[in-house]
């Protein structure tokens, strides 16, 4: 576009050196109106470009969950300690039932789809990433701010397992035994607490996960 605006400068200019001096204001005329149609047509674009940029990058909410029921017909899902848009980040992740069976995700159990593809689990509406709190196994998941630390890196293999990247020995591992009472929901929302542990097969029903769009 910005080569279609000198071109519409320049080319009546050059045809001006030849012509008489009526031919001359003719062009000139001519010229500023091509101008001021090509600017508004320059400038439309770059707001149309600008606006269809916006949308190609809003990412997919997803909710991840756990694909094994267990006692809950809803599923357990990674969820903020908390309750929706008054979770409280510093708690950190825990297993607590979906919400999606209201008709939504909730904001708090919301993950950006695209960055988990590069090892990114972010909330989005808090703009704040999974993180393992300490190197000893196991380990609590914390939610802080995003950043490039490896101790943010995990990724959902074709199993099923959350891992942290280059440790496919450990997975993200929601508490096996009797889940605990939430305080609303009917029946009552469930929970369960969440580590990064060892990867077993007696385990599996705890560590395989799924991610799904709201219904």
């Known amino acids: 576009y910005k080569e279609a605006v000198v071109l519409c400068i320049y080319n009546p200019f050059q045809l001006t050196q030849a012509a008489g001096d009526r031919t001359k204001s003719k062009l000139n005329r001519d010229s500023k109106n091509i101008l001021i149609i090509i600017i508004f047509q320059f400038t439309f674009s770059q707001v149309s470009f600008a606006t269809n940029s916006n949308k190609s990058t809003t990412s997919q909410t997803v909710e991840i969950f756990l694909l094994n029921k267990l006692e809950e017909d809803r599923y357990f899902c ?26 939504t995700i909730a904001v708090d159990q919301g993950f ?25 196994i196991p380990s609590p998941l914390a939610l802080v701010p995003c ?8 990724f959902l293999s074709s199993e099923g397992l959350i ?18 009472k939430g305080r609303g929901g009917t029946p009552v929302h469930q929970i369960r607490r969440l580590r990064l542990d060892y990867c077993k097969k007696e385990l599996r029903s705890y560590q395989s996960w799924g991610i799904r769009p709201s219904e």
């Open 78 to 103: 990674l969820d903020i300690r908390g309750y929706k848009t008054r979770a409280i980040v510093s708690k950190g992740l825990q297993a607590h039932t979906c919400y999606s069976y209201e008709g």
């Open 163 to 180: 891992q942290p990247e280059g440790q496919t020995n450990l997975c993200v591992t929601a508490a096996s035994g009797i889940a605990r």
């Open 112 to 136: 950006d789809r695209d960055l988990l593809g590069v090892g990114k689990f972010r909330v989005s509406a808090f703009n704040s990433c999974m993180q393992r709190k300490n190197v000893k």
């Open 147 to 154: 950043n490039s630390k490896k101790l943010q890196k995990f």
